[in-house]
């Protein structure tokens, strides 16, 4: 079964940076857009940002563009985000999210369990 | 990028029909056939159970449906089960290539 595990979230401080992974196993990585996609405490899904399977197109959210910088290592099968001057507003949890093919248009089909990113005053 | 327009909460008994609206605009919803559907229940990932506006993935049940007319999504849920009491997300593809969630909508079976 295809498997998103994400890693490195955490509290986070007014300004501070935080790069988040999400290892992806059981399908051929490379060949498959994806996706981060986060959720604040009781709030709705907010895309963020998608990746080709050749990391040669990227596509951001205007909330994060500038600060957000989304990329992939597809010799280790990992997908990453580099988070830049968090603030408040980036609370949430974050998941990982592939499509079925190499299309940012694509659904998702498979979603991680996600990382909390907490803000801490 | 707005996001798409749910109504928060929608409730139905069990066996009734419920339908979830999704409206966008006509970069958006109106655009596209690329409207996805996605159920979650709580502490959990979201699970795809309607992907291009009508198609249902290998395993979902034929109780959900989903349709569109102009900018606005739709999702149906027949024959209301207690285990459909989640949040529902709609998302569409929008022809500036981003992708947009709606708010949510929180389904409560009576």
């Known amino acids: 079964d295809v498997q998103l595990v994400e890693s490195g979230g955490g509290l986070i401080q007014p300004g501070e940076s935080l790069r988040l992974s999400c290892a992806a196993s059981?399908?051929?990585?490379?060949?498959?857009?994806l996706s981060w996609v986060r959720q604040a405490p009781g709030k709705g899904l907010e895309w963020v940002s998608g990746?080709?399977?050749?990391?040669?197109?990227?596509y951001y959210a205007d909330s994060v563009r500038g600060r957000f910088f989304i990329s992939r290592d597809n010799s280790e099968n990992t997908l990453y985000l580099q988070m830049n001057n968090l603030g408040p507003e980036d609370t949430a949890v974050y998941f990982c999210?592939?499509?079925?093919?190499?299309?940012?248009?694509?659904?998702?089909?498979?979603w991680g369990q996600g990382t909390p990113v907490t803000f801490s005053s | 990028q707005s996001a798409l327009t749910q109504p928060a909460s929608v409730s139905g008994s069990p066996g009734q029909s419920i339908t979830i609206s999704c409206t966008g605009i006509s970069s958006d919803v109106g655009a596209q056939r690329y409207v996805s559907w996605y159920q979650q229940h709580p502490g959990k990932a979201p699970k795809l159970i309607i992907y291009?506006?009508?198609n249902r993935p290998s395993g979902v049940s034929n109780r959900f449906s989903g349709s569109k007319s102009g900018n606005t999504a739709s999702l149906t849920i027949s024959g209301l089960q207690a285990q459909d009491e989640a949040d529902y997300h709609c998302r569409s593809y929008t022809s500036i290539n981003t992708l947009v969630f709606g708010g949510g909508t929180k389904l409560t079976v009576l």
């Open positions: 999210a592939k499509s079925p093919g190499d299309y940012n248009h694509y659904y998702f089909d498979h």
């Open positions: 291009d506006v009508t």
């Open positions: 059981e399908f051929t990585f490379s060949t498959y857009a």
């Open positions: 990746i080709s399977g050749n990391g040669g197109s990227t």
